[in-house]
């Protein structure tokens, strides 16, 4: 402005800055360019989830009474599938043992992928009972349900699972082994028992405020 | 040459120009649009890309009409489009090695201009805009594989988008918005078909740049140095076309030979089977166009305090917004590679480079391959961040020659030459 001031004499009370008609330039552009800015945010939002998916996302409830010692179960919750796994004595003990809580990568659960009330050895809030979201934490994919000891996984292979996209293994826990691509434990998502057998998937017992977006890696 | 109208002799065609000169507009960019004389096959890549886009464009929008875009429905009507729409499956295969075809004529593009150092002053505008449109192209590809729904449209979506939660802080709220759900699901269907189909009517728009940008300077040239007169150089219409036809026929033959004999020979078994959430394939892998990127996402390892993951989607990125920034990295004065003897080395080593990520891409990334990846991974960045100032310092290029009509008429006395060669036009 002032260059332009300089270089046109003639015109100079035109283009004088700090004059009115600036004022009103500016003025206008920076309300205009705002509510364009703000006319965006509908058409970005309109892209997040919708109120029927949230919907969708309710609390599940699933009836655990006929899961026998080493089965596990698949349920689908807010399109993530839901492992749950009604541990043997035999499995409860090897998560216990130290040859095998000493490959794993956070034996103590101390990353932040578990509501406080599965922050233990068992990472979960009945022992046998472990509910894990069966999402590898590398890049996504399922990982396949491998309790028997040994195998095609190595001798050493404690049961567990192993994820066939990269090569990620947890055990039956879900924490994850060391020097494997995953940076972390299978997260376990809120869930709390209502009865005996019945569990709810999504909601946390009483006095925990525990959120599944909270965690390190979904 | 310069004035308004045309030679034509139609008087319609006359009035309708002097209205809308849409014929002066042609008669300057084909029939005056001076072009180097001495241009080489490489320079075909370019109307090649633009024919491809044109295909992948009409083949896409009659797709468009026979397909549906619902997780239940999508993966059946592709069938259906194969099995019972007449010509759906000419038209998918088309389509579907369309793709590889553009990408094998884009990076052909890609490496000429790296070659002939076509990046230069005056042309880092176009060149940069040339790599606005690989990213285009490459979303346009990354979201049109995702339609049919079979396994690996699923699974690739699904590791595709988990890339971004590596971002700090923003990283889960940004996956669960390009989602629309809890997960890949029907919402993120609908919108990678929607933004499918608008993001090549943007590359149209970037390519029309592209152009204006090239026209202004005018074609690069094997040797790299400026046209100096019209000695130099010859109209685009009938030389090029007629050059450009040539080349468009060898390579319909090439993508023809690949639709109607091995439609299925580029692409993936896995993506026949309907995608299913609850059991991820054997193995993931990316389209062949994207291997060496796919090495580069999983070779990084921890870097300082930045995880593996967020490291290895940085350097992916990285990866094609370095290409941004090679007209100021490539610190020599001389385009053409042909004068550069150490540089003209160098550009193969990048060739193999690339190649080499690509083989890494489509394995698992265990023993010789990581090691492989991890290392062509770092000289891809090395490449171009480090050798190309460092060469353009140190290297001592040929003589160049003293016109592009002196060099083409090769006879005993450069001038002469360049000076009958004036007579004969």
């Known amino acids: ?218 | 040459m310069t004035g308004p109208g045309t030679q034509s002799q139609s008087k319609l065609v006359r009035w309708i120009d002097y209205r809308l000169p849409i014929f002066t507009f042609m008669r300057h960019e084909l029939n005056e649009y001076p072009t180097p004389r001495n241009l080489n096959y490489w320079w075909n890549f370019g109307s090649l890309a633009g024919i491809m886009l044109v295909i992948m464009m009409v083949t896409g929008i009659f797709l468009a009409m026979q397909y549906t875009p619902n997780v239940s429905d999508a993966f059946d009507s592709v069938e259906r489009i194969m099995r019972d729409v007449n010509f759906g499956w000419l038209l998918r295969y088309l389509h579907m090695n369309g793709a590889s075809f553009f990408f094998i004529v884009v990076y052909v593009h890609l490496f000429r201009g790296l070659y002939y150092g076509s990046y230069k002053e005056p042309r880092e505008l176009l060149w940069m805009l040339g790599v606005i449109i690989l990213l285009l192209m490459m979303a346009t590809a990354f979201m049109g594989y995702v339609l049919p729904w079979g396994q690996m449209s699923f699974w690739a979506a699904t590791v595709i988008t988990n890339l971004f939660s590596a971002l700090p802080v923003v990283g889960p709220k940004v996956v669960g918005w390009l989602w629309g759900g809890f997960a890949v699901g029907n919402p993120t269907l609908n919108r990678f078909y929607s933004l499918h189909y608008l993001l090549p009517f943007l590359i149209v728009g970037v390519v029309g740049l592209h152009l204006i940008a090239l026209h202004q300077h005018g074609s690069n040239n094997p040797l790299g140095i400026d046209r100096k007169g019209p000695q130099d150089s010859i109209p685009f219409h009938p030389y090029y076309t007629v050059k450009d036809m040539f080349g468009l026929g060898v390579f319909l033959i090439a993508y023809a030979v690949v639709v109607f004999y091995f439609p299925n020979l580029l692409g993936d078994t896995q993506n026949y089977v309907p995608a299913n959430p609850l059991q991820t394939p054997p193995e993931i892998v990316p389209e062949w166009y994207f291997l060496p990127y796919y090495a580069i996402l999983r070779s990084v390892p921890d870097i300082l305090f930045i995880p593996a993951k967020l490291a290895g989607v940085l350097c992916l990125f990285g990866a094609i917004g370095v290409l941004f920034f090679l007209p100021w990295l490539d610190t020599s004065r001389v385009r053409s590679a042909r004068f550069r003897p150490v540089f003209k080395w160098v550009f193969w080593l990048l060739v193999i480079d690339v190649v080499a990520l690509g083989v890494c891409g489509a394995h698992r990334p265990e023993g010789l391959y990581i090691i492989v990846g991890r290392l062509a991974t770092l000289y891809y960045f090395i490449h171009f961040i480090v050798l190309f100032p460092v060469i353009g310092w140190l290297e001592r290029p040929l003589p160049l020659p003293t016109s592009i009509s002196a060099a083409v008429t090769k006879t005993s006395s450069g001038p002469l030459a360049a000076a009958s060669s004036v007579e004969k036009r």
Not at chain 1, 63 to 86: A, C, K, M, T, Y
Not at chain 1, 96 to 101: A, P
Not at chain 1, 195 to 216: K, Q, T
């Open chain 1, 1 to 218: 402005m002032a260059d332009a001031a300089q270089s046109k004499p003639m015109d100079a009370h035109i283009h004088e800055s700090g004059t009115r008609r600036d004022f009103l330039q500016i003025a206008a552009t920076v309300v205009g360019g705002i509510g364009a800015a703000i006319a965006v945010w509908p058409l970005i939002d309109s892209m997040n989830a919708a109120k029927d998916t949230l919907a969708a996302g309710a609390p599940l409830d699933i009836d655990l009474s006929h899961l026998q010692p080493g089965q596990q179960i698949v349920v689908l919750w807010r399109s993530r599938p839901i492992f749950i796994v009604n541990r043997t004595p035999a499995e409860l003990k090897t998560l216990q043992e130290s040859q095998v809580t000493g490959l794993l990568r956070d034996s103590q659960s101390e990353a932040n992928q578990q509501p406080d009330y599965a922050k233990n050895w068992h990472r979960s809030i009945k022992p046998e009972f472990a509910v894990l979201v069966g999402i590898c934490t590398h890049l996504g994919c399922i990982p396949e349900f491998k309790p028997a000891p040994g195998g095609d996984l190595g001798a050493a292979w404690p049961g567990g699972y192993f994820c066939p996209c990269h090569g990620s293994r947890y055990d039956l826990a879900g924490r994850v082994f060391a020097g494997v691509p995953a940076p972390y434990n299978l997260p376990v998502p809120p869930y709390n028992f209502i009865s005996d057998s019945v569990i709810r998937i999504g909601e946390n017992p009483a006095g925990s405020a525990f959120n599944l977006n909270s965690i390190e890696q979904l």
